[in-house]
């Protein structure tokens, strides 16, 4: 036969006490619902700054490129009318 009788006290108790005290401790570890809405919403607003930033590069990109071949066939265009005027002059 055992020695010692069984432990029969009820823990239901003791496991609600600890359930809350572990809760309370929690919470003030947790930021308010108000302040991580804010959070949420600043960075939502500043993912939607960053893709803007992106799409205006682009646009500014694809605007210089343009500049940029209309520059190049004006100087060949003007290098071609001057090369004519040159020739149109010395072989008369």
């Given amino acids: 036969m055992p ?3 069984p432990d029969r006290r009820d823990y239901s108790s003791l ?4 359930g809350s005290a572990i809760r309370e401790e929690m ?7 108000e302040i991580h809405r804010a959070h949420h919403a600043f960075v939502a ?6 893709r ?3 799409e205006r590069a682009e646009k500014i990109k694809t605007q210089v490129g ?5 520059t190049l066939l004006g100087g060949i265009g003007k290098l071609g009318y ?7 002059e010395h072989l008369k």
């Fill in 3 to 5: 020695d010692h009788e």
């Fill in 15 to 18: 496991a609600a006490d600890i």
């Fill in 27 to 33: 919470a003030k570890l947790t930021v308010p619902e």
């Fill in 45 to 50: 607003e500043w993912l939607e700054q960053q």
């Fill in 52 to 54: 803007r930033k992106r």
């Fill in 66 to 70: 343009g500049w940029a071949i209309v």
């Fill in 82 to 88: 001057d090369a004519f005027l040159y020739f149109k």
